[in-house]
């Protein structure tokens, strides 16, 4: 595997990705990667290694700008809610990471698909619903609030793995994505693990209290869905 950063900009602004590269020629797949609430981080940069594994193109991009990272609560909340509130502004970004995506050597434009994780697994999600040209797109206990209505039948499938206890995406909210992708005619799904909660995926996620708890078992079983997903998308 190789290891790469790119700088690019967007609204006058620079953004920093980085890239994992598997070994062997191409063209190969490749997957953008959206952050968590922190900003891109090395939850996020294992994430691209191991998708680099797995003989993908892994990219984590960056949504807020260089060195523009959450240390707490207050200020990962004060990174997300400008673009959460901005939708248009959040749509820039992810259209400009997602074209550093395919404007990479050795990718194989037929073969893209994006996840996230947190916020960034409802950034993946709108990534499709954006209509951007690729096959899937994954969200790990993502957000689920619907937001700004988008009128685009999502070229790519979604797949929407979900804490049943998440209390950052409640039965509500479920509901309502599930009603908006009959509206929108997406193709979708969801899996769901019984008495899991919000950032089942990371280690350092402790605070049961705040439902905010790993989960070994729906982080491995998250994993397997996901790499089914995308190798039954790319083949």
């Not at 609560?73 to 749509?91: E, G, H, K, T, Y």
Request: glycine share 12%; with cysteine; proline share 5%.
């Amino acid at each position: 595997m190789t290891t790469e950063l790119l700088e690019y900009r967007e609204g006058g602004q620079t953004f920093e990705a980085l890239i994992e590269r598997p070994t062997g020629a191409g063209p190969h797949p490749a997957i953008m990667i959206c952050h968590a609430w922190g900003g891109r981080d090395a939850f996020v940069e294992d994430k691209a290694r191991r998708l680099a594994a797995l003989g993908y193109i892994g990219v984590a991009v960056d949504l807020y700008g260089v060195g523009k990272r959450g240390t707490d609560v207050a200020s990962c909340q004060a990174l997300m809610m400008p673009l959460i509130n901005d939708p248009p502004l959040l749509r820039r970004r992810l259209e400009a990471s997602f074209e550093v995506v395919r404007g990479l050597a050795g990718v194989d434009h037929a073969r893209l698909g994006t996840m996230g994780y947190c916020f960034g697994g409802m950034c993946s999600i709108l990534s499709a619903r954006m209509g951007l040209d690729q096959r899937g797109a994954v969200s790990f206990h993502g957000l689920l609030k619907i937001g700004e209505p988008l009128a685009t039948k999502p070229k790519a499938r979604i797949l929407v793995l979900h804490g049943q206890d998440d209390p950052m995406a409640p039965p509500a909210d479920v509901g309502a994505f599930a009603a908006e992708m009959k509206r929108i005619d997406a193709t979708w799904s969801l899996e769901s693990y019984a008495g899991v909660q919000h950032a089942f995926t990371n280690p350092a996620a402790q605070d049961g209290a705040s439902g905010m708890l790993y989960d070994e078992t729906a982080d491995r079983r998250s994993w397997l869905a996901m790499t089914r997903f995308f190798a039954d998308l790319f083949g």
